[in-house]
């Protein structure tokens, strides 16, 4: 097993953390000063002038849509998953850096999903403009009635009338569909609630203008609103759309949701690696700068214990992901699928606890605007659940290894074939 990085991917990872230092560090507080500004002048859902600024700089230094694997629409024909992996750490540090490289959710997702299930025509009609940047995106799958951890129990319906599709349904938790950049959706419903449990779902493409569509209400998290970006609770009523906007066909829509949502995770949890990274410094930093009892914090013996275990924890949760990835690359999504549970039960996780610590090292101050521990915790702590909740993954981790050992093949048949397919952001 190889992790050694392609030369290409050590120049990017250069390249990337010299424009970190240079254009991303600096502007984190103007970020946060242009939002709540917005904000107090009636209109905090418009795009932030600073990332505005900046992505030209990065399609400038060359990095521009870096996550797209392997497509002849990538620069240089893209980049495999192992090679991406340290890329999407280092944008991990902050949360507003992955969109200045055109490389946040659920974008990322939908790009992937038009890339590889998509007609040529709905790639130029959307997945060229979401590439350039000139647009941005949604994706419609959680439901505020039903248990989404499950997605058969997905209600929304599909239903094909001539040559259209109408859809009714309500979604929430649609990331992204806050911003007045957000052009189309990519929505998950049913089409066939007779077809076997995992035929019964499709994936259609929708523009957001299309009558019928209303965004409710915005959702908090931990009291964030996520301004500009969002997290919508959409009504979608007598929505209709050509039915050439179907994704594949009618049935295949667990199909694309496990294609897309594969890649996705290993960029959610290399994000919490580089989140822990950069927790664990302000955390050291912290501890050295503060006395109390007559010493410097970082002297007591139970932050040394915490460092320590934080290192083992970044570092586990490092390898573990990019052994996803490697596999990933050499053997594909399917034969990846115990991996993909594992790093996504684990990466969170483990960031969550270490975000904490460095909260606790800070005293007050971690849970103030000061410092961005809180955010960075409450986004850790959302990923628990966003793209699967940890009980789907473990469940699902629990049967690949007991049919390992089961000499009796006393599982039904698929029991641990399919990765859980569950809310992606």
């Not at 600024?53 to 497509?71: C, D, H, I």
């Not at 586990?316 to 115990?338: E, F, I, P, S, W």
């Not at 000499?407 to 569950?422: K, L, S, V, Y």
Request: one cysteine or more; aromatic letters at 8%; glycine letters at 8%.
């Amino acid at each position: 097993m190889d992790f050694e990085h392609s030369p290409r991917s050590r120049e990017l990872q250069e390249r990337l953390l010299e424009f970190m230092d240079a254009h991303i560090y600096p502007n984190e507080h103007r970020f946060h000063e242009e939002i709540e500004a917005n904000r107090g002048a009636g209109n905090a859902w418009q795009p932030t002038k600073v990332i505005e600024e900046l992505k030209p700089k990065a399609q400038a230094a060359g990095l521009w849509n870096l996550f797209l694997p392997r497509s002849p629409r990538a620069p240089n024909g893209g980049l495999s998953n192992l090679d991406y992996a340290p890329l999407c750490e280092i944008m991990g540090r902050v949360h507003f850096a992955p969109e200045v490289f055109n490389c946040s959710a659920p974008d990322t997702g939908n790009m992937e999903t038009f890339e590889r299930y998509a007609s040529e025509e709905l790639k130029r009609k959307w997945l060229d403009p979401l590439l350039r940047g000139e647009i941005r995106s949604a994706f419609l799958m959680t439901e505020p009635d039903v248990a989404s951890s499950d997605a058969t129990n997905i209600q929304s319906r599909i239903e094909r009338r001539g040559d259209t599709y109408v859809i009714n349904g309500r979604k929430w938790w649609s990331s992204g569909a806050g911003d007045p950049r957000c052009k189309v959706y990519i929505v998950m419903g049913k089409t066939d609630p007779n077809a076997e449990r995992h035929k019964q779902q499709s994936m259609i493409v929708v523009p957001s203008d299309t009558p019928g569509i209303k965004v409710e209400r915005a959702l908090s998290i931990f009291g964030y609103d996520d301004a500009p970006h969002g997290h919508m609770q959409v009504l979608l009523d007598d929505v209709t759309v050509p039915a050439s906007n179907v994704l594949l066909g009618e049935g295949r829509g667990f199909e694309i949701a496990q294609g897309r949502l594969g890649p996705g995770r290993i960029h959610h949890c290399m994000r919490s690696v580089g989140a822990a990274e950069r927790a664990l410094e302000f955390m050291c930093r912290r501890l050295a700068s503060r006395v109390a009892f007559g010493k410097a914090i970082s002297e007591q013996s139970v932050w040394h214990e915490r460092i320590a275990q934080a290192r083992c924890m970044i570092d586990q949760a490092r390898l573990l992901t990019l052994k996803a990835a490697y596999m990933m690359d050499t053997v594909g999504n399917k034969a990846a699928r115990a991996e993909i549970a594992m790093i996504k039960v684990v990466a969170p996780n483990m960031a969550g606890q270490i975000i904490d610590w460095a909260i606790q090292a800070h005293g007050a101050a971690g849970v103030s605007p000061d410092f961005p521990l809180a955010y960075m915790y409450a986004n850790q702590r959302t990923l628990r659940f966003a793209d699967g909740p940890d009980e789907v993954h473990r469940a699902a981790i629990a049967k690949i290894e007991l049919r390992k050992h089961d000499t009796r093949r006393n599982f039904r048949a698929g029991d641990a074939e399919e990765m859980p397919i569950t809310r992606g952001s």
